[in-house]
């Protein structure tokens, strides 16, 4: 069992590339979420989805998208990065109200 | 505007030692308080999860309390270990439903046990 799991763990990408981000759950939880969390501030939500085939935006969406093609599965997608998008992206997971988190991709945008 | 405040920033303690963290928080309406460690690298994972009519919950060495009236919680570690040494992150939910897409994070305290 291995919870949730984020590929890949680092990623450096040029200002104006795009790259996705992979979520894997197997605890068969139906709510998954992607957060960033910055130096200094607390944790804030890009996206989530309340099952597969849903997505629903967070507080900072925008430059981002996703896709739950599958329960198991979150993808963050940015499709051109920029410097204000390094920052360290978790993905978390969650039945009832517990969440369990990954831990994290660390992404540098130059 | 919804707002978690922790104190303080950073904490150095003497292993062994005991202490405690602060969290203060303007969450309205409240449902549940959480307590997470995250070790550097790693994502947060959770420590207590506290509702409305929970005083006290401990997991361990920590015990976590909370007050609804003045919107307070504390997060006290006893016997300290350099294992403890982590962020601590502070987070309150208005809802009791299902799906935590509606959290409020604080900032974290950052701990650091010594030898």
């Known amino acids: 069992n291995a919870g949730v799991t984020q590929t890949p763990k680092f990623r450096v990408l040029k200002t104006g590339q795009s790259m996705t981000l992979l979520c894997a759950q197997d605890?068969?939880?139906?709510?998954m979420y992607w957060y960033r969390q910055d130096p200094g501030m607390g944790l804030r939500l890009i996206h989530y989805?309340?099952?597969?085939?849903?997505?629903a935006k967070g507080e900072v969406p925008d430059g981002y998208n996703v896709s739950r093609l599958k329960k198991q599965n979150f993808l963050l997608g940015l499709e051109s990065a920029a410097p204000s998008q390094t920052s360290v992206y978790f993905c978390?997971?969650?039945?009832?109200?517990?969440?369990?988190f990954g831990n994290g991709t660390r992404l540098t945008v130059t | 505007k919804n707002q978690v405040e922790q104190s303080p920033q950073s904490l150095i303690i003497l292993e062994g030692k005991n202490c405690t963290l602060q969290c203060n928080y303007t969450v309205s309406p409240f449902s549940n308080l959480r307590w997470y460690k995250q070790d550097t690298g790693r994502g947060p994972v959770s420590l207590t999860i506290?509702?409305?009519?929970?005083n006290t919950k401990s997991n361990g060495r920590y015990t976590a309390t909370l007050d609804a009236d003045t919107k307070q919680s504390s997060l006290h570690i006893t016997a300290s270990q350099l294992s403890d040494s982590a962020s601590y992150i502070c987070v309150v939910s208005p809802w009791s439903g299902a799906g935590s897409y509606q959290l409020t994070f604080g900032k974290g305290t950052k701990l650091s046990v010594i030898p």
């Open positions: 989805s309340v099952g597969e085939g849903t997505t």
């Open positions: 605890m068969n939880h139906e709510y």
């Open positions: 506290m509702t409305f009519s929970e």
């Open positions: 978390a997971s969650s039945y009832g109200i517990a969440l369990h």
